[in-house]
């Protein structure tokens, strides 16, 4: 049961006394620090994505596919690239970073994505994600897409049972957007030909350059998203989800128009951590000693859902 229903029913049939100290044990009472948080029991996925190497056969082993081929979204004829993601060690822990990059044309496009199998529904998602606002090498300008996010098939045009809970950083713009945003994302549906979408985007346009923590939280009222521990968006019906969906991040151009250059740029995103914990509503401040507790104990990886 999730634990925002679980209070709001006890505080129905409770005094305010007996509400207060039934739900003190659930939940991170304002003020608390976060040392304090109950442990996190119930079915949960958390990887730190300590990996060789893009074939490292784990990363298979544990639900992941790193894309291959072509196809959307981003610049047609643009190729999905596995081996552009590498696996290294920053400040103690092990991060994942994905490089995309472009020379100018479709040919020599390259984007990135990972994505874990598709069966999380309602429950807390939580990722640490490091964007960038320039490019590692050659010239910025590109208007990329950095992200975590979670999604379903469109089976047909107008699916009503499609979903998708986007957190997608423009560190140059787009869709309108002349320059850096964030953008958090609930979608109903969409078709593709003729286009139509139905969707809700709170944006901020500002540069988030740099590693910021991610929480999405779904339950059977609300999406809302998170930024270093901030709200950053409350999204409610029609568009919260109503089918399993996967745990992806993805990084991609969205076309090129951002600059004419013909030398060749890449840009990185880099995870640290992803982590999901089923049928349960965690505050961004329980998220992080239940990471902690992963890492203390070395474990790197565990997936019970």
């Not at 994505?49 to 596919?65: N, S």
């Not at 999380?120 to 010239?139: L, M, N």
């Not at 004419?260 to 992803?274: F, G, I, L, P, W």
Request: charged share 20%; aromatic share 12%.
């Amino acid at each position: 049961m999730i634990r925002s229903t679980l209070c709001s029913r006890l505080r129905a049939a409770a005094g305010l006394l007996a509400f207060g100290l039934l739900c003190t044990a659930l939940v991170v009472l304002p003020g608390t620090s976060p040392a304090s948080a109950q442990p996190v029991v119930g079915p949960a996925l958390f990887d730190d994505f300590d990996y060789t190497g893009y074939t490292d056969p784990r990363i298979a082993q544990r639900g992941w596919t790193l894309r291959s081929g072509q196809g959307g979204p981003g610049v047609p004829g643009a190729t999905w690239l596995p081996q552009n993601f590498t696996f290294g060690t920053e400040s103690g822990n092990s991060i994942m970073t994905m490089r995309s990059g472009t020379s100018g044309t479709a040919s020599s496009t390259q984007h990135t994505e990972i994505y874990q199998q598709r069966k999380f529904h309602y429950g807390t998602y939580a990722a640490r994600v490091r964007f960038s606002d320039v490019p590692i090498y050659g010239p910025d300008g590109d208007r990329m897409v950095q992200t975590f996010f979670t999604i379903s098939p469109l089976n047909y045009s107008m699916d009503p049972a499609y979903s998708e809970l986007d957190f997608e950083y423009l560190p140059n713009g787009g869709w309108g957007i002349p320059g850096s945003a964030l953008l958090a994302s609930s979608w109903e549906t969409y078709a593709e030909d003729p286009p139509q979408e139905d969707h809700v985007t709170t944006q901020e346009r500002a540069s988030f350059a740099g590693w910021h923590d991610l929480v999405i939280t779904v339950d059977s009222e609300a999406v809302t998203y998170y930024i270093d521990g901030r709200l950053f968006a409350r999204h409610i019906e029609p568009y919260l989800p109503e089918s399993t969906m996967s745990i992806r991040f993805n990084h991609w151009l969205i076309n090129l128009t951002g600059t004419s250059s013909r030398k060749t740029r890449a840009y990185e995103e880099k995870v640290d951590y992803v982590y999901f914990v089923q049928d349960q509503i965690l505050s961004p401040a329980e998220v992080q000693p239940a990471v902690a507790d992963y890492r203390t104990r070395g474990v790197t990886f565990e997936d019970t859902v």
